[in-house]
């Protein structure tokens, strides 16, 4: 065994987060054990578990955790215990300080719908089958971070508002991230914005159009308005390649990928920067509803967990959790969010256990 090893920062959050999170780690234990290196872990509370303990989403003391790992995993945030919070005080502020933190302005989200799950989607399986497409969301910038924001006004007569901003660096260096993505992939890179109304989208649309005919000539750019790409991506999601857009937007439309493939328990996301770590997290929510009740579907956070290795440059323990996956979902196994009609559904713990023996089949 050599004695290559990682730090990873686990942050189980709230609701399914922790369920999830645990099944990710059981898998990242075994696929690196068979694969020859070592994984630790720190653990930390986030968003409303920090807030419980610390009266805070996100410490600095665990944002510097996070900054001195070699990847950091997060389960979900958020739920109605901490609903009535507002500002700084919500879950929520605690997930955009940590990605403001980390500084990972490119959010990978894939969304592919193998054949086995086409009949699981709320559309026809012959629309879906075969969708694979990557969303590259801003994560740093945009209207979730533009100052200058505000509320003010007496109740009844209140001004409240965000501001939409982006530079022109911020834009170019993840819409790199888009055109190599393009590159190595179909070669198709479509920009989506709301150029028709917004001067931020001008300014998006033309940074984006400068640097594909500069650098990227080779890779075939389009431009769609988000409405637009809304319906497309439920009438045709197969034109999809890669798709590169804002913060605001790309959250929307990440969502509505994800429910191609029946469930938004099964989109993982990678949110990378210039350096690591990292930041891998599920695209679903703490889903405070089925929390504590193994109903959860594990396989956003292992797929995470996947891209995590990935970018650590264990690409065989990646594909090990990737293949398990698949072969537990050819199995026919389903958890309740992917549930058909009278077929049993698995537990969390099950589905984690069915893709270990999956995994181990080719590790
Ligand atoms: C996501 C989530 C977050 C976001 C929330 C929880 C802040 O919806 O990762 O898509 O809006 O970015
Ligand atoms: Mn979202």
Redesign the pocket.
């Known amino acids: 065994m050599s004695d290559k090893s990682y730090q990873i920062a686990l942050l189980p959050g709230d609701g399914i987060g922790p369920e999830v999170i645990a099944e990710a780690v059981t898998l990242l234990d075994a696929v690196s054990e068979a694969c020859g290196f070592r994984i630790t872990y720190t653990e930390n509370a986030a968003g409303g578990a920090a807030i419980d303990r610390y009266k805070d989403p996100m410490p600095d003391s665990v944002v510097e955790t996070c900054q001195a790992a070699d990847g950091v995993m997060l389960g979900?945030?958020?739920g109605p215990a901490w609903d009535h919070h507002t500002g700084d005080m919500r879950?929520?502020?605690g997930?955009?300080k940590i990605?403001r933190e980390l500084g990972v302005f490119a959010?990978l989200?894939p969304v592919a719908v193998p054949a086995s799950l086409a009949e699981a989607s709320p559309l026809r399986p012959e629309a879906v089958a075969g969708t694979d497409m990557l969303v590259v969301?801003e994560?740093t910038g945009g209207i979730?971070f533009g100052e200058p924001r505000g509320r003010s006004g007496e109740p009844g007569n209140e001004d409240a508002f965000n501001t939409m901003r982006y530079t022109t660096p911020e834009i170019e260096r993840v819409a790199r991230v888009a055109f190599a993505w393009a590159r190595k992939r179909r070669g198709r890179l479509c920009s989506v914005d709301k150029a028709n109304v917004l001067v931020v989208s001008q300014l998006w649309r033309d940074v984006v159009t400068k640097l594909g005919a500069e650098e990227y000539a080779d890779v075939e750019l389009s431009h769609m308005y988000v409405d637009n790409a809304a319906m497309q991506l439920v009438i045709n999601p197969g034109q999809f390649d890669v798709i590169v857009t804002g913060?605001?937007f790309?959250?929307i439309l990440?969502?509505a990928g994800a429910t191609l493939g029946g469930s938004l328990g099964l989109l993982p996301?990678a949110s990378l920067g210039a350096t690591r770590p990292g930041l891998f997290?599920p695209?679903h929510?703490s889903a405070p509803d089925i929390a504590g009740q193994s109903k959860a579907n594990p396989i956003a956070c292992i797929l995470s967990a996947a891209m995590m290795l990935d970018d650590l440059g264990e690409e065989k323990a990646a594909s090990g959790l990737r293949a398990g996956v698949e072969g537990a979902l050819d199995e026919g196994l389903r958890t309740a969010d992917l549930g058909r009609e009278g077929r049993e559904s698995v537990s969390t713990r099950e589905m984690g256990e069915a893709i270990l023996v999956h995994a181990r089949k080719v590790i």
């Open positions: 979900a945030v958020g879950p929520e502020s997930l955009l990605r959010n989200r969301r994560l979730y913060n605001l790309g959250d990440s969502d996301s997290e695209v929510g």
